[in-house]
């Protein structure tokens, strides 16, 4: 048996003994981390979500939420790949085989690690399963904050302009949103209105690229704690303002997040009297304090996006569409 077999089996039985428990999991659709495989040795870069601090959460081996050096690929894509070129070369190629023997211990750990995570987080994302280790790790790091905020009575609201901005005590390096984007835009009263009476909205559909160079999406949770759901950042568009500043605006207040427009993308619609207008974005600046920082950010895979918007078909649309320009 070779130590590519070796690896598969040991991290599929692992996978099928933690996950047994859950129900309707297929244990071979998982994805873990393939950076292992490349950066074994390399003391990975941490960056916490350091606007979190207040409650004193243990930080272990957060994701480096700015640079986003975890990345993770779906295991029977991998095994695909490895496949072909067992295939066209009659055995596996000899640095991915002494890799594997070298990390198998730390492969069925974060097999194990996933399958304990899908388990904690199914009842609140039905799909965790099919979610990457990354994701997974932001969302555990995410739900810890939630619970600590539902019990201390955190809600915010959209009524006031800083009604979802979370109170940071200052800390050395930390990155605060220009002042004039630290107030959200609220009440619809300023908001722009076709001729024909739609709402004009506009939405802004980020990425960045991870330093293996593969692109991930942002995402924000709902303005409601108690709304286990994430979504693409979006909002109405004032009058007197271009739709591309709004949707460039909009991203900066939900998510802290400065971005900057490569294309604009096809207007979806919502009804005869909605519409809105996507833009395709490249992050450029990821601040700590900004106007709704009471939301979570979360950076995913092009198919965690899709699984986490599953009950929302226009942002699947943007999505799907704006998959089209970044491979």
């Not at 009058?239 to 207040?253: I, M, N, P, T, W």
Request: charge should be negative; glycine fraction near 8%; include cysteine.
């Amino acid at each position: 048996m070779s130590s590519l077999q070796l690896f598969v089996l040991v991290v599929l039985g692992l996978c099928c003994a933690a996950a047994s428990s859950l129900t309707n999991v297929d244990p071979t659709n998982i994805y873990l981390d393939t950076n292992v495989m490349v950066a074994a040795d390399h003391k990975q870069g941490k960056r916490s979500l350091r606007q979190y601090t207040a409650y004193d959460l243990d930080e272990g081996d957060s994701e480096d939420e700015e640079r986003g050096v975890n990345i993770s690929e779906q295991l029977d894509g991998v095994l695909s790949k490895v496949d072909d070129a067992v295939g066209k070369a009659g055995k596996a190629p000899s640095k991915l085989d002494a890799l594997i023997m070298k990390n198998v211990d730390e492969f069925a750990k974060f097999a194990d690690e996933h399958a304990r995570l899908s388990k904690e987080l199914f009842g609140k994302y039905p799909r965790a399963n099919e979610l990457s280790l990354s994701t997974l790790r932001q969302l555990e790091k995410i739900e810890k904050v939630r619970e600590m905020d539902i019990k201390n009575g955190l809600k915010g609201n959209k009524v006031e302009p800083d009604g979802m901005r979370r109170k940071i005590v200052p800390f050395p390096g930390m990155k605060i949103a220009p002042e004039q984007d630290l107030l959200s835009k609220v009440g619809r009263d300023t908001e722009h209105y076709k001729t024909v009476g739609g709402r004009a909205l506009a939405a802004g559909i980020v990425t960045r690229t991870n330093e293996k160079g593969e692109h991930e999406i942002l995402l924000i949770s709902s303005s409601n704690p108690e709304k286990y759901e994430f979504l693409i950042p979006k909002g109405g568009v004032e009058k007197g303002e271009e739709v591309r500043k709004a949707a460039v605006r909009e991203v900066v207040e939900e998510s802290g997040v400065k971005a900057d427009i490569v294309r604009e993308l096809d207007k979806i619609k919502i009804s005869e009297e909605k519409s809105i207008q996507p833009y395709l974005m490249k992050s450029d600046v990821v601040y700590d304090d900004w106007s709704e920082s009471l939301r979570h950010r979360l950076w995913v895979p092009y198919k965690d996006a899709i699984n986490l918007l599953d009950n929302r078909p226009q942002m699947l649309e943007m999505v799907k569409g704006a998959k089209k320009h970044i491979g």
